[in-house]
Structure formats: structure tokens, C-alpha cells
């Protein structure tokens, strides 16, 4: 599986932006998929992922009410929408699948397949 994101840039804070990660290749096998951020100096972080076959959702609660993670199957494609944004969510955005039928919830599972990460950036 490979995987391609896209939509990063500078916005304003309180402005919107929205992420894409197309998915190519062995897209049957996906379970899930996910975005991470890393801001510089922090470590890598979860933001949230859905479940590609009945599209549930988790997030966590630093993006909750602003963040909508949602996909669209025919494309192989998932998206991340931001809303209100603030600088504290400068960061690079990964999007990530998983390929294991697995029952471990979306906030806790292993993530096989990495795309190449684009810049989010939030000014004040």
C-alpha cells in the first residue's frame, strides 16, 4: 500500500484547511486509516482514524469539534478536515494504514504503512 497526502500550507489562526491521503496498491487489505501530526521538538502524536469498512470514527480531544476525519471508498482516499484552527496545531500531518483484521480500537492500533507527511502551518 502506498500512500499519498496532500492539502498542507499556511492559514490563518481560526481559519480551515483539509488533508487528503490517497491510497494505492493492496487498498483491499486496508482496515483503517489514520492521521498523526508531529510538531517540531514533540513526538509523533495520534489525531485520529476511521474504520474503512463502516466508517467509524475516533479523535482525540484536542481536535474534537474541530477536526472531522472522514473517507471516501471509491477513491481510496481519506481526509482530514480542519476547522477553527489554532497555532498549537502547526505540525507535520502523516496519514498511516492499517492492513490487520483486527478488533483492537482505532485509538490503539499498529499502524503498517506511512505516507510522506505534509506541513501544516497556523499563524497567530
Known amino acids: 500500500v502506498q500512500l499519498q497526502a496532500s492539502g498542507g500550507g499556511l492559514v490563518q489562526a481560526g481559519g480551515s484547511q483539509r488533508l487528503s491521503c490517497a491510497a494505492s496498491g493492496r487498498t483491499f487489505s486496508i482496515s483503517a486509516m489514520g492521521w498523526f501530526r508531529q510538531a517540531p521538538g514533540k513526538e509523533r502524536e495520534f489525531v485520529a482514524a476511521?474504520?474503512?469498512?463502516?466508517?467509524?470514527?475516533f479523535s482525540v480531544d484536542s481536535v474534537k469539534g474541530r477536526f472531522t476525519i472522514f473517507r471516501d471508498n471509491a477513491k481510496n482516499t481519506v481526509y482530514l478536515q480542519m476547522n477553527n484552527l489554532k497555532p498549537e496545531d502547526t505540525a507535520v500531518y502523516y496519514c498511516a494504514a492499517d492492513v490487520t483484521r483486527t478488533l483492537r480500537p482505532l485509538n490503539n492500533r499498529g499502524w503498517d504503512y506511512w505516507g510522506q507527511g505534509t506541513q501544516v502551518t497556523v499563524s497567530s
Open positions: 476511521i474504520s474503512w469498512s463502516d466508517g467509524r470514527t
